[in-house]
Every structure is written in C-alpha cells, then in structure tokens.
C-alpha cells in the first residue's frame, strides 16, 4: 500500500479529534454557548470530519488500487468536509437551499480543477511541452 504512513496518521488523528470533539460536545451545548466555545465546537467537527473522510478515502483508494497521493486525499476530503459543516449550519440558520448547496459544492470543484490544473503545470515542462529538453 502506498499510502501506509498517511493512513497510520490519518487514523491516530481520527482518534484524537473523535476524543476531543465528543468530549467537548459532551460537556458544552452548541445551541446556548458563548461564541468561543461555538467556534471550538465548529473546528473540532470540521477536523473529526475531516479525517474520518480521509480514512474513508484512502482505505477505498488502497482496494481500488488508485495512484493519487495521499496529498490530493487529504485535500478533498477537507473540501468535502468543509461543505458538510457549512451545510449543517447553513441548516440551523434556515438557509439551506438547493441552490446554497450548489454554489459550495461548485466552488469546491473550482478550487480542487485549479489544484489540478496546477499539478499538471508543474508536471509539464515550459510552454506546457512535456518532454522539452534544453538543447541549448
């Protein structure tokens, strides 16, 4: 597996995020906190979702027997975390939409077609040529 060290980490630190999220849940309640502990709570789930999804990603990547780093991985499954998050308190306040829901899943998918289209710059050669050689 190629990706054996990321998921060694990834899973150590579901354990600590999924210990420290369900504790700080278990003794404040989000719906009467102060803003602090609101936020705390917000970034504790956005990282327990993270990597549960990241655990989730590469484990299927591993029997699939898929190439991407573990980089790209941890990279959308932020992304998909991020939505899910904001989705939930988009939710609480009343304003979840289809619509809503279209524009962070369409910004998602811009940011990681940049990354991409990054990756593949830097892959390349000048120019974009891929098997330019100097011949100076």
Do not use: D, H
Not at 29 to 57: E, R
Not at 86 to 92: D, G, P, T, V
Not at 96 to 123: P, R
Request: with cysteine; charged share 10%.
């Amino acid at each position: 597996m190629k990706n054996k060290k990321a998921l060694f980490g990834t899973i150590l630190f579901l354990f600590i995020f999924g210990i420290c999220f369900f504790a700080t849940l278990s003794n404040i309640n989000p719906k009467t906190a102060g803003f602090f502990a609101f936020f705390v709570v917000t970034v504790l789930c956005f990282l327990f979702l993270w990597m549960a999804i990241s655990v989730f990603f590469l484990v299927l990547r591993s029997f699939l027997k898929n190439s991407l780093p573990a980089q790209s991985t941890l990279r959308q499954s932020a992304f998909f975390s991020a939505i899910t998050v904001a989705a939930m308190y988009l939710e609480r306040y009343e304003y979840l939409n289809l619509l809503n829901i279209g524009l962070l899943i369409v910004l998602c998918v811009m940011i990681e077609i940049f990354f991409i289209s990054k990756q593949e710059n830097t892959q390349a050669g000048p120019l974009g040529f891929e098997n330019y050689e100097n011949k100076a």
